[in-house]
């Protein structure tokens, strides 16, 4: 009998290149691995992967596709053509779970919620001609992943992705993840994720949690047994991971970290301003004090830590003078590096509730223009300013932050501060990717 072949396809925001300009710092598809790995071993499986070749059409019996939501347009664009020839398509990931009803227009079938509790269902539906147009995933607190099929990934990745918890408790009103992955922290089995950390081949690792450490007692102590088992094992990684200001908190766990291959960290700081912090529901940040950023930063680099603090552009409360002091801000707090956004409304957030029942956005001709909210540009109506004008502020403030002289002495005070020539040499590339992709999504 001839093996069945699932297609599943990663693909790429045709708007503009994005954060796919610079293949070192692209992210595995983890999810459509996971897929793979839960597909029974009879399926002949593909990935094909708009990270690094353009799609080009691939015979299947069955197609598996996930998007963003700036990628919603495209995985469509794809689907329709599998579509035509009589394939039936399944649509997943974060976008599709918000927006079901809108990706059913333009897919067969669409998996709502975490993949691994239906996926059984799915494609046991699918050999008995039975596909239902969609499955509902209940949030289980057990996470059942298994290892990503690693060897269907391009060979081009130079970081490896991995997950060990899902969930976050903080619920900001522009993150969708509590949304998706429910409020509370999930914990992977530590034993299991060490065993995924040994097979990987790639020295770099992207800890893709949205918390490394959590906020509660459980999570640090989670987080020390993951960092004492990788020290443990002689698991040699270098690795980054995002977390929230209280990752600071702990020497000790700061020292282990470290010791166990940690040398950035990505930290969501938003603003300095009280205002945008209240807006962002920054709960945590509202409560160190804007104050704080500076020490909080050196904490971390004293155990040779990069920082790379996140910063977003566009809120309410913002204003020229805001977003020239944001800017000053970025010169003068200590951080490493900065990853900067235009705030950016996405269904599932609180943010998007907010905008939608005002009426203030400025692409609503769906599905075309999700590939607009990709983080680059103006998407909802400012209350004070034109999006031209907001745009022209923020992208001053972005040649201030990201100029070559900023960058050149920033790599010299990484190495004072951290001590670490590994963290260095990362963060100044991190610093430059982030300027690639400035200048580059300027430039459409």
């Not at 001839?2 to 599943?8: G, I």
């Not at 470290?258 to 300095?272: D, K, N, Q």
């Not at 680059?376 to 923020?394: G, K, Q, V």
């Not at 501060?417 to 999504?441: D, E, P, Q, V």
Request: proline share 5%; glycine share 6%; aromatic share 10%.
């Amino acid at each position: 009998m001839k093996r069945k072949t699932l297609v599943l396809i990663n693909p790429a925001n045709q708007l503009r290149p994005g954060f796919h300009i610079n293949r070192k710092t692209r992210n595995q598809p983890l999810g459509l691995g996971i897929i793979a790995a839960l597909t029974p071993s009879d399926w002949k499986i593909k990935i094909l992967d708009e990270n690094f070749k353009t799609f080009r059409f691939y015979e299947a019996d069955l197609m598996g596709i996930t998007a963003f939501t700036s990628q919603a347009p495209r995985a469509y664009e794809i689907a329709a053509i599998y579509r035509q020839r009589g394939i039936p398509t399944v649509m997943g990931g974060i976008h599709a779970s918000m927006v079901p009803e809108e990706s059913m227009q333009y897919v067969d079938c669409v998996v709502q919620g975490e993949a691994e509790p239906v996926w059984e269902t799915v494609i046991r539906d699918f050999e008995a001609g039975n596909l239902k147009r969609i499955y509902k995933s209940p949030l289980v607190r057990e996470i059942l992943q298994p290892k990503p099929r690693r060897d269907l990934f391009h060979p081009g990745y130079i970081c490896a992705g991995i997950q060990t918890t899902r969930g976050c408790p903080m619920n900001c009103s522009f993150c969708s993840v509590s949304a998706f992955n429910g409020r509370h922290y999930r914990f992977r089995p530590v034993e299991e994720v060490l065993d995924e950390l040994e097979e990987i081949p790639q020295k770099y690792v992207f800890f893709i949690d949205d918390n490394i450490i959590g906020h509660n007692n459980e999570s640090k102590e989670r987080a020390r047994v993951l960092f004492e088992g990788i020290l443990r094992r002689g698991i040699k990684k270098i690795w980054l991971s995002q977390s929230s200001i209280n990752f600071a908190d702990d020497p000790i766990l700061l020292d282990l970290a470290y010791r166990s291959g940690c040398r950035m960290i990505f930290l969501g700081i938003e603003a300095e301003g009280e205002g945008q912090l209240i807006e962002a529901n920054k709960k945590l940040n509202l409560t160190r004090g804007v104050n704080s950023y500076k020490r909080i930063f050196e904490a971390i680099q004293h155990h040779g830590i990069g920082v790379i603090a996140g910063l977003i552009f566009g809120w309410d409360s913002d204003t020229s003078a805001s977003i020239r002091d944001r800017a000053r801000f970025a010169m003068h707090c200590g951080a490493d590096s900065f990853q900067t956004s235009v705030l950016t409304p996405l269904p599932g957030t609180a943010l998007w509730d907010k905008v939608t029942a005002d009426k203030r956005l400025l692409f609503s001709d769906f599905p075309g223009d999700w590939a607009h909210y990709d983080y680059f540009e103006p998407t909802i109506r400012h209350p004070e300013m034109t999006s031209e004008a907001l745009m022209l502020h923020i992208e001053k403030a972005k040649r201030k932050i990201f100029s070559p002289f900023r960058i050149a002495t920033g790599a010299l005070k990484t190495l004072i501060r951290t001590r670490s020539m590994s963290a260095t040499i990362m963060l100044t590339l991190n610093y430059r990717h982030y300027r690639n992709i400035f200048l580059k999504g300027n430039h459409g």
